[in-house]
């Protein structure tokens, strides 16, 4: 019974296509969408990296908001890689269908925006890691940069996380 299910699943997961993943980027608030857009660049940078990508679902959001427009991002989220050359120009979600013989990018990242604008000072903190190879460790090491970060300034004043 419980191979059943894995594959009940496994054809589930397979079904969401490239277009729900944009549908999913479209949702994310502008803050959120900043730095997916950072972890894609990352990866299309890559020279190991040979496929486009396109952001498939958060799995943890949070948003320490300071005073004077500034406010401390924190996103969680999977990256699934498409069919699509990462050298592809203006990648059309229906013309690139998600691979599924590949794995997942878990990406982290931590920065700080002022006025809806990514700062550069401090450095955003970027981890994307192939799903398999995220360790513990790993986790442990985003969240601690990621409080470092946050909680540097003294001065935060809300908390939300989703």
Known sequence: MSCQLLFL????????????GQAAY????????????LALEQLKSDSSIRHHFFFLKS???????S????????????????????????PD??????????????????YKTYSGTVESDPKPYL????????TEDMKAKREEHWKKMAY???????LLTG
């Open 9 to 20: 699943l496994l054809v589930i997961g397979a079904c969401v296509s490239p277009a729900e």
């Open 26 to 37: 479209d949702q994310l608030p502008d803050l959120y969408k900043k730095g997916v857009d």
């Open 59 to 65: 799995l943890s959001k949070s948003n320490i908001e």
């Open 67 to 90: 005073r004077f427009s500034v406010n401390y991002i924190y996103h969680n989220f999977y990256l699934k890689p498409t069919k699509c050359s990462k050298d592809t120009v203006n």
């Open 93 to 110: 979600p229906k013309k690139c269908p998600f691979r599924n013989d590949r794995p997942l990018i878990d990406c982290a990242v931590c």
């Open 127 to 134: 981890n994307c890691v192939h799903k398999p190879a995220l």
């Open 152 to 158: 540097s300034t003294g001065s935060a004043t809300l």
